[in-house]
């Protein structure tokens, strides 16, 4: 069975489409709540999102005015992983702060 030239391109566009697809990315979200100290967000957003004191308090200070904040953005897998630790993190230190991740 033979191609022609137009069929050949057509598939090779359409494979190609494919097998390089971009990965989902994730935002990962940080919801503001009353008890969270200011403090322990920050050290958080520093230890989970390797960011400096002065953009983790910017990040921080946004979330508690603007009521959730992004801190960073992940494929799928990486992005469930900050969330689980972050709301482990904040658990285990008796801080009802809550992480969730949101589709690109
Ligand atoms: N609103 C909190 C306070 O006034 C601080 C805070 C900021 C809490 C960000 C959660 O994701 C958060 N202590």
Redesign the pocket.
């Known amino acids: 069975m033979s191609m022609t030239h137009s069929d050949n391109d057509t598939e090779a566009v359409t494979r190609s489409k494919k097998k390089v697809k971009a990965p989902d990315f994730y935002k990962v979200v ?5 008890f ?3 403090e322990f ?1 920050v050290d958080l957003i520093i230890k989970f999102f390797s960011k400096s004191a002065e953009e983790a308090t910017e990040i ?1 200070l946004s ?2 005015h603007e009521g959730f904040g992004v801190c960073g953005v992940y494929p799928r897998d990486i992005a469930e992983t900050k969330m689980n630790q972050v709301n482990q993190f904040a658990r285990q230190n008796g801080h009802p ?1 809550k992480c969730r991740i949101e589709r690109n």
């Open positions: 940080l919801l503001n709540d009353d969270t100290p200011m967000v921080m979330i508690h702060l």
